[in-house]
């Protein structure tokens, strides 16, 4: 069976960077284990619903938002060693050009730690002043409705101006316009390997 990693420095991050592919590869077989950075009791029980609905596999990795670049090494060496039990065939982390302290920390050290595995960066475009979308997967609305289904389990979160369905849906439309399909998520193509 193959293996996908999904490392979201925060509750959500992973959601919305990847979450309708992730539904799309569940279903042709994946098993997929998202890794969650958080120190919220609240995000967590958010997350555990979030999963649920994406019928994932997820680690909780306490620790403290915006302190990532002084965790520098130990987020390394929690990465490392899950690498070293897991073996994923492909890792989503934040795109190399997203501007957030903690996603750029978590993006350079899963390049370091997964030597060996295909890295797509997601793209959060509120987080990012340039974007490289150099891959393309085509969903099925399907695929979408599980990804703002996902995401409708942040409760504390919903009044983000990106939790809005409309948003969600529209910026996968814009995303399927590039290949000629109703929908899409696109990545950054960070490290191909074994394809």
């Given at each position: 069976m193959?293996?996908g990693?999904?490392?979201?420095p925060?509750?959500?991050?992973g959601?919305f960077?990847?979450?309708g592919?992730?539904a799309?590869m569940i279903?042709?077989?994946?098993?997929?284990t998202?890794?969650?950075f958080t120190?919220?009791?609240?995000l967590?029980?958010?997350?555990k619903?979030?999963?649920?609905?994406?019928?994932?596999?997820y680690?909780?990795?306490?620790?403290q938002g915006r302190?990532y670049?002084?965790?520098?090494q130990?987020?390394?060496?929690?990465?490392y060693g899950?690498n070293?039990?897991h073996r994923p065939?492909?890792?989503?982390?934040?795109?190399?050009?997203?501007?957030?302290?903690?996603?750029q920390?978590?993006?350079m050290?899963?390049?370091r730690a997964f030597r060996k595995?295909t890295?797509?960066g997601?793209i959060?475009?509120?987080?990012?002043l340039?974007?490289?979308?150099?891959?393309?997967i085509?969903?099925?609305?399907r695929?979408?409705?599980?990804k703002?289904?996902a995401?409708?389990q942040?409760?504390?979160l919903e009044k983000?101006p990106?939790f809005?369905?409309?948003?969600?849906?529209s910026v996968a439309?814009?995303?399927?316009?590039?290949i000629?399909?109703?929908?899409?998520?696109?990545f950054?193509?960070i490290?191909l390997?074994?394809?």
């Amino acid at each position: 069976m193959k293996k996908g990693t999904v490392i979201s420095p925060h509750p959500d991050d992973g959601e919305f960077g990847c979450g309708g592919t992730v539904a799309k590869m569940i279903e042709e077989g994946y098993e997929i284990t998202f890794l969650i950075f958080t120190d919220s009791d609240i995000l967590e029980k958010e997350t555990k619903k979030s999963m649920d609905i994406l019928k994932s596999n997820y680690l909780i990795i306490r620790m403290q938002g915006r302190h990532y670049p002084e965790r520098r090494q130990d987020i390394l060496q929690i990465l490392y060693g899950y690498n070293a039990t897991h073996r994923p065939d492909i890792v989503f982390v934040p795109s190399r050009n997203d501007i957030h302290q903690d996603h750029q920390v978590i993006t350079m050290e899963a390049i370091r730690a997964f030597r060996k595995s295909t890295i797509l960066g997601y793209i959060h475009s509120w987080d990012n002043l340039r974007i490289d979308e150099n891959c393309i997967i085509p969903l099925e609305e399907r695929h979408i409705d599980k990804k703002i289904e996902a995401l409708s389990q942040y409760h504390s979160l919903e009044k983000r101006p990106y939790f809005r369905e409309n948003y969600i849906k529209s910026v996968a439309k814009a995303k399927g316009m590039k290949i000629h399909v109703d929908y899409a998520e696109t990545f950054e193509v960070i490290k191909l390997v074994n394809i």
